[in-house]
């Protein structure tokens, strides 16, 4: 049965016209409400018309799962998405950010950004008067982390106290995965090699946001990390804008790979979740990626339907 759409809209109408541009924007039982309509418009339950509403896409990185997912959230929302690749507009010659926000301001309903600076993505929103999304910066994912948590839902029935052991760098997705399992009651460990741990400060914005007794920490030991771990989660060992450091990195990270054996080592109901792309035989082994592709691809698939709720709820929908 859907949830009463008053009893949504009551715990969501605060984030309507908002900006989501970290994890922390969003507060637990907002995210939670979020899950439930997801799941409504996932299963067809609810149907939610914006009408012609326009989501400008701005995005100086390369992207499949983000891109694709937002166009086809606005279309079933019955809106569309513009693409303004930097590089055909006249931000790629200079235009400042300041101008160009208040332009599309007057065109646009939202924006999604996917760039390197968590600061230049903040200056687009301190211009704007239309809400502004994180598609990606270099120290936030919060798109990727919400696709991640309602996953983790879905398979297990609940939220609170579960254990989530991220293996690798200590990058954008580890940090919204903190801040965002935080304040859900998760459990979120983050094991790095020394010298990539993830920021301290996002750490210590988590442990401040925690609920339900949740704990973050972060180590260096994958072989003791994964123990008890529920959810083994891991993403590339470079990210884009690091590929000059791939080889290194690739030396540095060889014991922070997620293989069968430290699956073996982990709570018997584990499931492994990668955000994708994949690098085999890096982060992740052919066979764990394999053995794991249902929850893998119903993770990015999920990143289509919380990201249609969250336009649903910024746009004004319910
Ligand atoms: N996971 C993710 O954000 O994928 P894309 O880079 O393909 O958008
Ligand atoms: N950490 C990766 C995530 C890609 C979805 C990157 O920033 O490249």
Redesign the pocket.
């Given at each position: 049965m859907p949830s009463s759409p008053i009893g949504l809209a009551s715990k969501l109408s605060t984030f309507s016209n908002n900006d989501f541009l970290s994890s922390s924007d969003l507060k637990s039982d907002q995210v939670l409400a979020l899950f439930e309509l997801a799941k409504e418009l996932k299963t067809g339950n609810r149907r939610i018309d914006l009408g012609n509403r326009v989501l400008g896409l701005i995005f100086k990185?390369?992207?499949?799962?983000?891109?694709?997912?937002f166009q086809v959230a606005m279309a079933r929302l019955g809106g569309q998405t513009v693409d303004l690749n930097p590089q055909n507009t006249q931000l790629g010659r200079g235009e400042p950010i300041k101008d160009t926000a208040r332009v599309l301001s007057r065109y646009c309903d939202a924006l999604a950004i996917?760039t390197f600076s968590q600061q230049e993505l903040e200056e687009y929103a301190e211009w704007s008067t239309i809400p502004v999304i994180n598609?990606?910066t270099d120290l936030e994912?919060p798109?990727?982390a919400l696709a991640d948590y309602l996953t983790i839902q879905e398979k297990f029935g609940k939220l609170k106290g579960i254990n989530l052991t991220y293996i690798g760098d200590g990058n954008n997705?580890a940090n919204s995965l903190m801040l965002c399992g935080s304040m859900l009651g998760v459990n979120v460990k983050i094991c790095s090699p020394k010298g990539f741990e993830a920021d301290s400060h996002i750490a210590e914005k988590a442990e401040s946001l925690s609920e339900f007794g949740s704990k973050i920490s972060i180590c260096n030991n994958p072989l003791k990390a994964v123990k008890e771990a529920q959810v083994i989660y891991t993403d590339v060992w470079a990210s884009?804008g690091q590929e000059e450091e791939h080889i290194k990195r690739k030396e540095i990270f060889e014991k922070y790979k997620v293989d069968q054996k430290l699956i073996g080592l982990a709570d018997d109901e584990v499931i492994v979740l990668h955000?994708?792309?994949a690098h085999r035989g890096e982060e992740i082994t052919e066979e764990a990626l394999e053995s794991q592709s249902d929850h893998v691809f119903n993770q990015?698939e999920n990143?289509l339907h919380v990201q249609q709720a969250l336009l649903a709820v910024q746009l004004g929908g319910l």
């Open positions: 990185k390369a992207s499949t799962r983000t891109r694709v997912s996917r598609a990606l994912h798109c990727q997705v884009m955000c994708l792309p990015a990143r």
